[in-house]
């Protein structure tokens, strides 16, 4: 009751009613505690550039409003664990290569982002189910990584698998996978000699300054480091449930680690002209931009999906400063199709690297949607024969889907395009775009989709 008007009918109130008034006040509090909550959700939803608010609030309302977000307290751990405690000078630098400001904060839909799998033993145990917004990039490049671990690296050597080995994963899998999934791209990051782990404590550790917007978690961060990989899988298993449980924030928290992993330094020598900062603000949200998805699939943060370097501009004239893209072939690749890009000549051309990864795992950019494109034979980009005939499984994140798309991949019999009528109609449905999204890597395949309706 912050009003005048307010105190007055709420007198009027108890003067006719028979309710006593602890009661009335009790009703007006659940009141206010809920248009908190609404109108919190609402600021975060309609923050200038996806999380800078277009004015100041004192640092009680900071506080009042964050306690939404409030991080639940088993998943917090004591200062006593022993990590570094974060400064305000990392804190800074912290949103300074993601947002390129102090000011920026993570919204709504990022906080409540975590790893969450979808039902043990069931066809999509080994499954995380993915946001909707711009979380949802590193959410499936770590799906990727987990695939990567039941298929590949974490079956005891074992060179035949079947999609068999994906379906019934216990929950104590889940964990070890996810735990190698996050612990495998960190390592990468830090050059396979180093890697670092955010968590979240019950402590501060700065007091912000007016320069810097507080958001009631990163001021409580501690950073642990690690020179040894296996020990640092180990410390993510044994904290597992702060990267898989509601309201652990865990998927800034890995973002947070990942970039310490990589350190901000050389986040600063991998980016170009072209890239100042991790993060773009997109329809009132941030977004992934390519150099961190680069980062999680190759351990560097380079912005371009080209190989190597630019020298030159189309002219032959020297560049100010080259062009960074991708050096080195990772376990994990990547696919980007976008039909809008297409129609407007901008949609870039992924190279090799990226196109022909080490195992046959592809992150998919479909439309700015993420999703995962597998095979189970781990020699299919290693004997060009076998890439005659061949199955490609297909994750979207999505709840909607229940079990794995199974697509028929045919590079050798006919044209793609024998069939498809040149006629009007919804090319959507002429040309699904997870079809054309598969052609960039095997151009001119013909693809079953073995009675499922297409989507995408």
Request: aromatic fraction near 10%.
């Amino acid at each position: 009751m912050d009003t005048h008007p307010e105190l007055l009918q709420t007198m009027k109130r108890l003067e006719s009613s028979k309710l006593s008034y602890i009661e009335i006040l009790q009703e007006e509090v659940k009141k206010s505690q809920d248009k908190h909550q609404e109108s919190r959700k609402s600021e975060d939803e309609s923050e200038n550039g996806a999380g800078a608010t277009s004015g100041t609030k004192s640092r009680g309302q900071v506080a009042t409003f964050n306690v939404l977000y409030s991080i639940p307290k088993p998943l917090t751990i004591s200062f006593s664990l022993g990590g570094i405690p974060i400064t305000m000078d990392m804190a800074g630098n912290l949103r300074k290569i993601l947002f390129g400001s102090t000011f920026h904060i993570f919204n709504y839909e990022w906080k409540k982002s975590y790893f969450k799998f979808r039902e043990p033993f069931s066809d999509l145990s080994y499954a995380l189910e993915a946001e909707r917004g711009g979380s949802s990039a590193i959410q499936m490049a770590v799906q990727a990584n987990i695939i990567r671990y039941l298929l590949f690296t974490g079956n005891n050597g074992t060179e035949s698998v079947c999609l068999q080995y994906l379906y019934d994963v216990s929950p104590k899998k889940q964990e070890e996978a996810l735990a190698a999934a996050l612990s495998d791209i960190l390592w990468s990051a830090g050059e396979s000699q180093s890697g670092s782990v955010c968590l979240v404590s019950t402590d501060s550790y700065f007091t912000p300054s007016t320069e810097y917007k507080v958001d009631n978690f990163t001021e409580r961060v501690q950073l642990f480091k690690f020179s040894e990989k296996e020990t640092m899988q180990k410390f993510i298993y044994d904290h597992i449930q702060c990267f898989k449980e509601e309201g652990s924030h865990e998927v800034i928290l890995f973002l947070y680690s990942l970039i310490f992993s990589r350190t901000i330094d050389r986040l600063r020598e991998d980016l170009d002209s072209t890239t100042p900062h991790l993060l773009r603000s997109s329809l009132g949200n941030f977004v992934c931009r390519q150099a961190l998805l680069n980062l999680m699939l190759t351990g560097r943060a380079s912005p371009n999906v080209f190989n190597g370097n630019i020298q030159y501009d189309d002219q032959g004239s020297p560049l100010p400063v080259p062009l960074h893209g991708v050096l080195i072939r990772s376990d994990v690749g990547y696919l980007h199709w976008n039909r809008e890009l297409l129609q407007r000549g901008k949609l870039p051309m992924v190279g090799s690297m990226l196109k022909t990864p080490k195992l046959p795992i592809w992150l998919c950019n479909i439309n700015a949607t993420y999703s995962v494109l597998f095979s189970t034979n781990s020699s299919l980009l290693s004997d060009w024969k076998m890439e005659h005939l061949f199955d490609l499984y297909l994750y979207s994140g999505q709840p909607a889907q229940n079990h794995t798309v199974i697509l028929t991949i045919d590079t050798h019999s006919h044209h793609w395009e024998e069939g498809h009528g040149k006629g009007e109609g919804d090319l959507e449905k002429r040309f699904p775009s997870v079809e054309m999204t598969i052609r960039t890597k095997w151009e001119g395949a013909a693809i079953d989709w073995n009675g499922m309706v297409p989507f995408f």
